[in-house]
């Protein structure tokens, strides 16, 4: 099993960046999974952030960050970032990283392991 840490997030002024970083330890990092980030909003389901395959060869993204956000990993670091740009007060929300076998995606049943997560907040 792979246990993940993230950190980075806080509070930040709209139009504003950070850099979230997923840190994975336990089984080799990389192991051929995927890695992905979602985040939950209060009052709101889990959603779809970004996904990257286990070599970073692939990236995904939902169409709401699209052009904002990167997603790339790391595997001599056994790290996974999230490069948030241009943040907009609704990318407020809990943000997770997981790691994937298999699946879609962009679907949260694909993910097997899930960080604790870290809390970004954009004040506008």
């Given at each position: 099993?792979?246990q993940?840490?993230?950190s980075?997030?806080?509070?930040?002024?709209?139009?504003?960046?950070?850099?979230l970083?997923?840190a994975?330890?336990g089984?080799?990092?990389?192991?051929r999974?995927?890695?992905?980030?979602?985040?939950?909003?209060?009052?709101?389901?889990?959603?779809?952030?970004?996904a990257?395959?286990?070599?970073?060869g692939?990236?995904?993204?939902?169409?709401?960050?699209?052009?904002?956000?990167?997603?790339?990993r790391?595997?001599?670091k056994n790290t996974?970032?999230?490069?948030?740009?241009?943040?907009?007060p609704?990318?407020?929300?809990v943000?997770?990283?997981?790691?994937?076998?298999?699946?879609?995606?962009?679907s949260s049943?694909?993910?097997?392991?899930?960080?604790q997560?870290?809390?970004?907040?954009?004040?506008?």
């Open positions: 099993q792979v993940l840490v993230e980075g997030g806080g509070l930040v002024q709209a139009g504003g960046s950070l850099r970083s997923c994975a330890s089984r080799t990092f990389s192991r999974y995927n890695m992905g980030w979602f985040r939950q909003a209060p009052g709101k389901e889990r959603e779809f952030v970004a990257t395959t286990w070599s970073g692939s990236t995904f993204y939902a169409d709401s960050v699209k052009g904002r956000f990167t997603i790339f790391d595997n001599a996974l970032y999230l490069q948030m740009n241009i943040l907009k609704e990318d407020t929300a943000y997770y990283c997981a790691t994937s076998w298999g699946g879609p995606v962009d049943t694909s993910y097997a392991n899930w960080g997560g870290t809390q970004v907040t954009v004040s506008s």
